[in-house]
């Protein structure tokens, strides 16, 4: 690999100096920290207690943790070897909701639990799809990895709580700025500039945020009133699991739904990694599989929400050309770590959202742009257009008309959920049905 | 090799260390120059939604102006229409006779008595607003109605909330502001459930028939306080006025088989209040929507009765 090293900053197997680990890890804790917001919603919407929300949150982040060094390391089964870290995974949260107001915390757990083993059980199945990956479909998972982060990435840049809240002129201009600065010094800046700027645009987003709004200084000063160390405690909430068949059929669909995902992800991972591969080596994302449904399956087990694997952690690992898997176990460790000092925690989860926003917008950038640039490598036919476009018609649609497919059948309701799933079936499915003929014609030369 | 990596961490620790000290520095300039919240004094934090909080201040900035300038300020809000008539909010100001003294959408109300002015629905505004300001539950006189945006020819529902200012000159007048097409606060339920708890403690059973009045200010909206007891039988039922249906209460069940009744009586056995959020469907949305019941249990006749209602919850963005 010593051609490739001089492409990065830091290749996927070289380990950075101490000091650049450290401070890069933290580059990227900055991402995951963000996901923390979900078990605070979740526990906010149960109306648990604060020991409660305490406690999921840093089991929460212990399964992220944990899932992250897993995924970097390179097992015969297990780990993909890639930078890219585990953080609360959105595309559970509905469900892990529904199981918590039925049956509690014991039947989110045993929920999480089955969604992790289904992932596992995805795992096996990826490799066999080998045949249904060509690159281009390959290259639109990708973009659409960062295109499923637009909504997430939008609504904080402008700093908004809540759908049809007020947005504040101050919020637009701090995430510009802060976007600004980031792309910035990406572009013209070198070396330690380049290699953290996202870190320096944050830290500059959130200063001026924080001279500018006093509602950003007063979230600060609540960091004051937490404590430096803590050891989550098991309440009554987390000492049991419980499983619900009724819940099996909706807990298929998001496992299955989340795995798509996650091999979209893991994709990109080893696009960016590995950009000499011809063709996806699927054992690295096998392995990945495993590990994220590992990681899912640890999360029920110890009382945390549902892990998945993290777009904008890929996306900056893009941005940075920084994408040592030593990062990712860094990363994992000091995340780990982190769940026992609460105040550490509380300072970093006060990030203001439009800085927030700007750093996914960015890391986003580079994963729709890779993904475009990989799908476009290959010579260009009728049958591609097709492929391509009609899984973006029917993909997108899901997140620009979602009151269109409330109304729509069941059926479709269950397939058409998000961009990156339903673009993803719907292409590999025409992919299939558009190439028919070839698959004779292949059959014939080999009968000639 | 080993050294060399020394000396890369070194630099780079020299690095963060410069930054860190860069933070600390714009960190200690804030704290000396202070910056210190101009709405300290007022609490804002029941609120979820940026726009109610904008509402609130915005009246509360008005009244602090009127409050030292007095009666001369409403020359200015006069000659300063534009700022206070905004597609948020819009400013106006009476008193407590409800003789309208400046508005800023409707010039053509100021110098009328707007006393007995109702809306379609037979709400008595000016009363409700009144009321709402001697309300110690009601801390930010909020009343909601149906009104009408200047220029346009259909109703719209409007939330105002209030501030009562004395004048230099020792005028009394009230400051309020409103917004159209308003966001379903949690507080707008807490305030209508603790407003008829006070009134039942007060009155007794005549309240009920008050509580029940669709012109009362404990229906607004799709918001509406019911009550019931302990045996689950209606005094004031949640969908229907002056019509009780079958509805076994500790039985409801939201989308997710949540039981939302039965799970806020067993906090009761603990508390005064309790709020208990719960799915439902909304066929335009692919997610559920979430709402809140808020109840508080008192006592009416010798008998423990349930007062309730169920707002909207913030969707996500």
Redesign the interface.
């Known amino acids: 690999m010593p051609s490739c090293a001089k492409k990065y900053e830091y290749s996927v197997n070289e380990i950075p100096?101490?000091?650049?680990l450290i401070?890069l890890s933290i580059q990227h804790i900055m991402l995951m920290v963000m996901s923390l917001g979900l078990p605070i919603?979740f526990a906010n919407?149960?109306?648990a207690s604060p020991e409660f929300t305490s406690a999921l949150i840093a089991f929460s982040m212990i399964s992220a943790g944990l899932g992250s060094i897993v995924q970097a390391v390179r097992f015969r089964y297990l780990g993909s070897g890639y930078l890219c870290p585990n953080l609360c995974g959105p595309s559970y949260f509905?469900l892990s909701l529904?199981a918590a107001?039925?049956g509690g915390l014991p039947l989110m757990r045993g929920l999480t639990m089955v969604a992790g083993i289904i992932e596992m059980a995805m795992a096996p199945v990826i490799k066999k799809l080998e045949k249904v990956f060509p690159n281009y479909i390959v290259g639109m998972v990708v973009a659409l990895v960062g295109v499923s982060v637009i909504?997430s990435s939008v609504?904080s840049f402008f700093g908004?709580?809540?759908?049809?809240?007020?947005i504040?002129n101050i919020d637009i201009l701090i995430g510009f700025f802060s976007l600004m600065v980031m792309v910035l010094s990406n572009v013209w800046g070198k070396g330690?500039i380049k290699m953290y700027c996202l870190l320096?645009g944050m830290?500059a987003g959130w200063?001026l945020a924080?001279?500018l709004v006093?509602?950003y200084?007063?979230d600060l000063m609540i960091v004051k009133s937490s404590h430096w160390f803590a050891i989550p405690s098991y309440g009554p909430g987390f000492l049991n699991i419980k499983f619900d068949l009724k819940m099996v059929l909706p807990v298929l669909v998001v496992g299955i739904s989340g795995s798509l995902k996650s091999f979209g992800n893991l994709l990109a991972a080893q696009k960016i990694s590995e950009p000499e591969l011809k063709e996806p080596d699927f054992t690295p994302l096998r392995n990945g599989l495993m590990a994220d449904g590992l990681s899912t399956f640890l999360a029920g087990l110890l009382g945390g929400m549902a892990v998945d694997t993290s777009s904008s952690n890929v996306g900056l690992a893009a941005a940075t050309k920084v994408l040592s898997r030593w990062i990712c176990i860094v990363a994992g460790i000091i995340f780990t770590v982190l769940a026992f000092f609460p105040k550490l925690l509380m300072a970093l989860s006060v990030m203001p959202k439009p800085v927030l926003g700007s750093s996914i917008i960015f890391s986003g950038c580079f994963m729709i742009c890779t993904g475009f640039l990989e799908m476009f490598t290959e010579q260009w036919d009728p049958r591609k257009t097709f492929v391509i476009g009609i899984a973006l018609f029917f993909g997108l649609s899901t997140g620009f008309l979602?009151?269109l497919?409330?109304?729509a059948p069941q059926f479709v309701?269950a397939f058409f959920t998000d961009p990156l799933p339903t673009s993803t079936i719907v292409a590999v499915v025409l992919h299939q049905i558009i190439n028919f003929d070839q698959w004779f014609k292949k059959e014939e030369m080999k009968g000639d | 090799m080993k050294r060399g990596h020394l000396e890369v961490f070194m630099h780079n620790l020299k690095n963060v260390i410069s930054i860190l000290n860069s933070v600390l520095l714009i960190c200690l300039l804030i704290f000396s120059t202070g910056c210190r919240d101009k709405y300290s004094d007022i609490d804002l934090s029941m609120y979820q939604y940026r726009d109610t909080k904008n509402l609130v201040k915005f009246v509360y900035d008005s009244s602090l102006l009127v409050k030292k300038d007095g009666m001369k300020s409403i020359e200015y809000f006069k000659a300063h229409r534009d700022l206070y008539n905004t597609t948020d909010h819009y400013l106006y100001i009476y008193d407590m006779n409800g003789v309208n003294l400046f508005h800023a959408g409707l010039p053509e109300f100021e110098g009328k008595d707007l006393s007995e002015i109702t809306d379609k629905s037979g709400k008595k505004i000016t009363r409700l607003v009144l009321e709402a300001l001697n309300n110690p539950t009601n801390p930010h006189a909020w009343v909601h109605y149906s009104w009408w945006e200047p220029g346009k020819f259909f109703p719209v529902p409007k939330s105002s909330c209030h501030f009562k200012v004395k004048t230099p000159e020792g005028h009394d007048l009230y400051i309020g502001g409103g917004m159209n097409y308003p966001h379903e606060e949690r507080e707008f339920i807490r305030i209508a459930v603790d407003s008829a708890v006070a009134l039942i403690n007060e009155k007794g059973s005549e309240s009920v028939s008050e509580i029940d009045d669709p012109t009362s200010q404990f229906n607004f909206r799709d918001i509406r306080v019911f009550i019931f007891d302990s045996s689950g039988e209606f005094l004031i039922f949640p969908v229907l006025h002056e019509l009780s249906a079958e509805l076994e209460v500790l039985d409801c069940i939201d989308e997710v088989g949540h039981k939302p009744f039965r799970n806020a009586l067993k906090k009761l056995e603990q508390s005064d209040f309790a709020w208990e959020i719960f799915m439902a469907r909304n066929r335009y949305k692919r997610q559920l929507v979430k709402k809140s019941l808020y109840i508080r249990k008192t006592v009416l006749d010798g008998k423990t009765i349930y007062v309730s209602a169920v707002t909207d919850l913030p969707q996500p963005p």
């Not at chain 1, 100096?17 to 650049?20: E, N, V």
Request: negative net charge; aromatic residues 12%.
């Open positions: 100096p101490p000091g650049h401070v919603i919407q149960l109306n509905s529904s107001w039925t909504t609504t908004l709580s809540f759908e049809g809240d007020a504040r330690f320096i830290i200063v924080v001279i006093p509602d200084w007063n979602p009151s497919y409330a109304r309701q």
